[in-house]
T-cell receptor, first 110, second 116 residues
Framework: GQQLNQSPQSMFIQEGEDVSMNCTSSSIFNTWLWYKQDPGEGPVLLIALYKAGELTSNGRLTAQFGITRKDSFLNISASIPSDVGIYFCAGRHNTDKLIFGTGTRLQVFP | GAGVSQSPRYKVAKRGQDVALRCDPISGHVSLFWYQQALGQGPEFLTYFQNEAQLDKSGLPSDRFFAERPEGSVSTLKIQRTQQEDSAVYLC??????????????FGAGTRLSVL
């Protein structure tokens, strides 16, 4: 099935550093979403974006909906140990089903 | 309950066995989704219900996969004659409404299926 290209695949950073990850698609989406998944759990929504060019923040997280509607990025500032997990982007066309990215695995070292 | 509940959490099946995975959505949620997540991958859409109507089953990988939601609440994903490639985490999600841009899908913890 279709999966979005997400990069980097994994990141190993020190506590306090900023993190940036992005997601690209060959097709246009009407909605971009960013989820976090902890081991043994389902994805949890972090940020939702509904308009091209939109920039939205949720605490230390900031995400943007690309102008072309084919990409999105997520920034995490001042990382902390509980940021560890797998981050997934997801896009939605005109239907309700989500197309997920391949994931970015984040490790934070003290 | 407060969230989406899935059972069992873990299922081990011998190749060729039939399995049934259950999803209890958030009370009152109209839409219900099933996704398959292979190891190291993102979730992939399987099928979608609006109340009891299965509106999209384009992601079901073969006719061995069957999903139902007879009363518009609890849903069951059934896999017949399981194969090793069916080993994955099966995630269920529900949302309050459908067709709205700001519809949020809430996910359960998933059922991890291992086919030996």
């Amino acid at each position: 099935g279709q999966q979005l290209n997400q990069s980097p695949q994994s990141m190993f950073i020190q506590e306090g550093e900023d993190v940036s990850m992005n997601c690209t698609s060959s097709s246009i989406f009407n909605t971009w979403l960013w989820y976090k998944q902890d081991p043994g759990e389902g994805p949890v929504l972090l940020i939702a974006l509904y308009k091209a060019g939109e920039l939205t923040s949720n605490g230390r997280l900031t995400a943007q909906f690309g102008i072309t509607r084919k990409d999105s990025f997520l920034n995490i500032s001042a990382s902390i140990p509980s940021d560890v997990g797998i981050y997934f982007c997801a896009g939605r066309h005109n239907t309700d089903k989500l197309i997920f990215g391949t994931g970015t695995r984040l490790q934070v070292f003290p | 309950g407060a969230g989406v509940s899935q059972s069992p959490r873990y299922k081990v099946a011998k190749r060729g066995q039939d399995v049934a995975l259950r999803c209890d959505p958030i009370s009152g949620h109209v839409s219900l989704f099933w996704y398959q997540q292979a190891l190291g991958q993102g979730p992939e859409f399987l099928t979608y219900f609006q109340n009891e109507a299965q509106l999209d089953k384009s992601g079901l990988p073969s006719d061995r996969f069957f999903a139902e939601r007879p009363e518009g609440s609890v849903s069951t994903l059934k896999i017949q004659r399981t194969q090793q490639e069916d080993s994955a985490v099966y995630l269920c999600a529900s949302s309050l409404d459908w067709g709205l841009a700001k519809n949020i899908q809430y996910f359960g913890a998933g059922t991890r299926l291992s086919v030996l």
